[in-house]
Nanobody, 116 residues
Framework: QVQLVESGGGLVQTGGSLRLSCAAS????????MGWYRQAPGKQRELVAG????????YSADSVKGRFTISSDNAENTVYLQMNNLRPEDTAVYYC?????????WGKGTLVTVSS
């Protein structure tokens, strides 16, 4: 089993910044990817950004390019999401995701609210 614990959500004004963290623990050998998804009220869960664990290659949704940056600390099995220039439409529950040995694991989510 793999456990993912997120932290760093909260309330911020438009244009502000937040940094999310996700630490993986448990049977975490052979991580394939770690990343972030979000789900806004009434909408489907969508990919925000991710990192290929072995190569470090990152990818992100067009809607966050230039504003959000994903980074990782492989030694600590932790992934971060630096979110700058936040907009009200970024308001959502952000979920950490990891694919380990072909299985998707999810954190419980952390709420990010951006006020206008």
């Amino acid at each position: 089993q793999v456990q993912l614990v997120e932290s760093g959500g909260g309330l911020v004004q438009t244009g502000g910044s937040l940094r999310l963290s996700c630490a993986a623990s448990g049977a975490i050998f052979n991580i394939y990817t770690m990343g972030w998804y979000r789900q806004a009220p009434g909408k489907q869960r969508e990919l925000v950004a991710g990192v290929m664990w072995s190569s470090g290659r990152t990818y992100s949704a067009d809607s966050v390019k230039g504003r959000f940056t994903i980074s990782s600390d492989n030694a600590e099995n932790t992934v971060y999401l630096q979110m700058n220039n936040l907009r009200p439409e970024d308001t959502a529950v952000y979920y950490c995701n990891s694919v380990v040995r072909g299985i998707d694991y999810w954190g419980k989510g952390t709420l990010v609210t951006v006020s206008s």
